[in-house]
């Protein structure tokens, strides 16, 4: 087992270097063995100038037995999902084998982010980032989360820092602020249940069991917002603004229809249109060409 590494200390998060993208993604459907094997055979050579090819020389220096849990792992984190202790066998193997699952994320295209507050995700290159509706949504829910609580007396920190949030709460919130949940295009509270609080279940922010909703450590993303525009304004004055709130970067730019489409939490649009399969089964072809060439 590879020696444990800090969760990079010092910091809130580490991000790595971008990398070309690499449409590898079929690792999710691999299993560890079978991904070491299709692997190992690539000679340690010069790599060729290519952007759809994985540096040979990164599997000299991995090793991928040790990296037991890399299929669920990848598959959670592509999907725009939050690993936090919740995910305990998961975690602990991103933990322990940090740099190397970020080396081989990056060899990848993908960017790791460890934030020292327990939870890793993915995020797209940021230059080509762009605000899609789930950040959007759960951004304004957060905000209007922080002032709900805050008009009650409860302390917002306190609730969304592990505590939770009762489903039979949803209604009043609902009712108080629907000129604001209108900008998220929710209407019901079965459309909040659907668009929110479902995709916040998914993506890791929080967990759901009989009724109540409990916030896990991935909604530090959204409070660190939340806590910034307190800074320079009032947060319920930037709240009934026009302006737009800020909102985190997420591995997602959702189309409902989409989603109806296919039941995917996700529109993975933004890492092409190839099955997770045909991704790593090119990737390691034209590898395998190269070897063939040399």
């Given at each position: 087992m590879a020696k444990?590494?800090?969760?990079?200390?010092?910091?809130?998060?580490?991000?790595?270097?971008?990398?070309?993208?690499?449409n590898a993604s079929s690792v999710a459907n691999i299993s560890p063995g079978s991904t070491a094997s299709a692997c190992a055979p690539l000679p340690c050579s010069p790599q060729k100038t290519s952007s759809q090819s994985i540096p040979r020389a990164l599997f000299m220096h991995l090793d991928l037995s040790e990296m037991s849990q890399l299929a669920p792992i990848f598959r959670e984190l592509f999907k725009g999902y939050h690993i936090s202790r919740r995910d305990p066998e998961l975690y602990a193997q991103l933990s322990n084998c940090q740099d190397q699952y970020r080396a081989l994320f990056k060899a990848l295209g993908y960017e790791l982010i460890c934030d020292t507050r327990g939870f890793y995700y993915f995020v797209p290159e940021l230059a080509a980032a762009q605000v899609n509706k789930t950040a959007q949504r759960l951004a304004l829910f957060t905000f209007i989360l922080v002032e709900h609580l805050a008009d009650q007396g409860r302390d917002p920190m306190a609730v969304l820092d592990g505590g939770s949030l009762g489903r039979d709460e949803l209604p009043s919130m609902l009712e108080k602020y629907r000129d604001l949940f209108l900008q998220a295009e929710v209407q019901t509270q079965e459309e909040l249940e659907e668009k929110i609080m479902r995709r916040m279940t998914q993506l890791g922010f929080a967990s759901e069991e009989v009724g109540i909703y409990r916030f896990l450590p991935p909604m530090h993303r959204f409070l660190d917002v939340c806590l910034s525009v307190q800074q320079d304004r009032d947060l319920a004055a930037s709240l009934h603004s026009a302006l737009p709130l800020p909102t985190p970067v997420l591995i997602d730019d959702d189309s409902d229809e989409k989603l109806l489409e296919t039941d995917d939490p996700l529109d993975l649009a933004e890492f092409g249109e190839e099955t997770e399969e045909e991704a790593l089964a090119r990737a390691i072809a034209d590898e395998q060409r190269q070897e063939m060439d040399t």
């Open positions: 444990p590494t800090s969760c990079c200390t010092g910091s809130r998060g580490c991000r790595g270097t971008s990398a070309s993208p690499v």
